[in-house]
Structures are given as structure tokens and as C-alpha cells.
């Protein structure tokens, strides 16, 4: 079986989030936000592929989902006339918009992306070296992969889709900056 008994609340809720956000964008010509639900399908076909192989925590299966919950309705739903992912949560230093809904979102997906870098690595790794702070650097540099690849899907979209929500460098810059708090604590929580 492809999934675990206990997952099935999990894949019901992601196929209604799947299908919901992509009438919805579909509806408002969202092209910028069709394609992200077709990454996200991608990973979520990926997940399930690998699920009796890497047996993933229903911790971190729910963190993703989340990720994705966060992330879609972060590029659809709006506040005072913004969408959720320009929305400044707290005015921490206003030069650089920190702290936005898109750094909060990006600091949990891409914890709990290196959590599930970690459940990948761990059947991999001998007793003696599951833990330390080598590992650690290692686990971190993985969830950190995972931001750079998602930095490189937004600047595909960009090219594809003339007009995003997408900010240019100091974005990119920020974003990478909340993935590697993100994969930190990921790592605190994980040790």
C-alpha cells in the first residue's frame, strides 16, 4: 500500500486543497499560481511514490501539507487589497519588509522540508553518526537544497508568466535567509 491507514485524513485534505486552489486560480487566470499547483501535484506524487520506502513522520506529511495550504493561500487570498504574501505580519525593519507572511511561510515549509531531508538521510546513516553537529550541517545544507530549487522554480515562473507577485534579488536574498532559519530550528527540533 502506497500510503499508511493514519495518512488518509492527510490525502483527502491535500486532494481538496489540490482541487479547490485550482479552480480558484484557474477561475482568475492565477497562471502565476496554476503552476505552482502543478509543482506542488509533482512532489505530492513524489511523496507517495516514496512513502513505503523513506516512511515518512505523519509530522512532517503534515507539516507539508500545511506548506502547501500556506503557500497557496498565501498567493490567492487578500488582505486590504494585497495578497497574504505581501502582508507585513510584524514591521520588524521596514526597509527590507521583514517580517511578511511569504518569510513566515518560507521559514516553516522549508523546516519542515529539512525535517524530511533528515527522514531521507536517517535509514542511510550509521548508529554512531545520527547525530552531532556534522549531521547537522549536513541536514541543514539539504533543507537549504531544497529553497535553492525552489528559488530557481520562482525564477522559471517569472520567465514563463510575464507578470508574478514575485519580488526581484532582495526577495530572493530574503527568502533564502527564512529558509535557513526555517532549516535551523528545523534541526533544534529535530535534535
Same mark, same amino acid.
Given at each position: ?9 492527510? &490525502? =483527502?485534505? %491535500?486532494? /481538496?486543497?489540490?482541487?479547490?486552489? *485550482? ?7 492565477? +497562471? $502565476?499560481? #496554476? ?29 507539508? &501539507? =500545511?506548506? %502547501?495550504? /500556506?503557500?497557496?493561500?498565501?498567493? *490567492? ?7 497574504? +504574501? $505581501?502582508? #507585513? ?30 527522514? =531521507?538521510?536517517?535509514? /542511510? ?67
Amino acid at each position: 500500500m502506497i500510503i499508511k491507514k493514519s495518512q488518509i485524513p492527510m &490525502l =483527502i485534505v %491535500a486532494i /481538496l486543497l489540490i482541487l479547490f486552489f *485550482s479552480y480558484f486560480y484557474i477561475a482568475q487566470k492565477n +497562471y $502565476e499560481f #496554476i503552476i505552482y499547483v502543478g509543482v506542488i501535484i509533482f512532489f505530492f506524487g513524489l511523496i507517495l511514490a516514496t512513502n513505503k520506502k523513506v516512511n515518512y513522520s505523519n509530522t512532517s506529511l503534515w507539516g507539508l &501539507l =500545511i506548506w %502547501a495550504g /500556506l503557500h497557496m493561500a498565501g498567493g *490567492s487570498l487578500k488582505v486590504a487589497g494585497n495578497r497574504l +504574501y $505581501e502582508l #507585513i505580519l510584524i514591521n520588524i525593519f521596514p526597509a527590507y519588509e521583514i517580517f511578511r507572511y511569504d518569510q513566515f511561510v518560507h521559514i516553516i515549509g522549508f523546516g519542515v522540508a529539512t525535517l524530511v531531508m533528515f527522514e =531521507i538521510l536517517k535509514p /542511510l546513516l550509521k548508529n554512531s553518526i545520527k547525530s552531532g553537529w556534522g549531521l547537522g550541517i549536513i541536514v541543514v545544507m539539504a533543507g537549504l537544497g531544497v529553497g535553492a530549487l525552489n528559488e530557481i522554480v520562482e525564477f522559471t515562473v517569472t520567465v514563463l508568466v510575464p507578470q508574478t507577485g514575485i519580488g526581484g534579488y532582495m526577495n530572493s536574498m530574503l527568502d533564502l535567509v527564512s529558509d535557513f532559519i526555517g532549516a535551523v530550528l528545523a534541526w533544534i527540533v529535530i535534535r
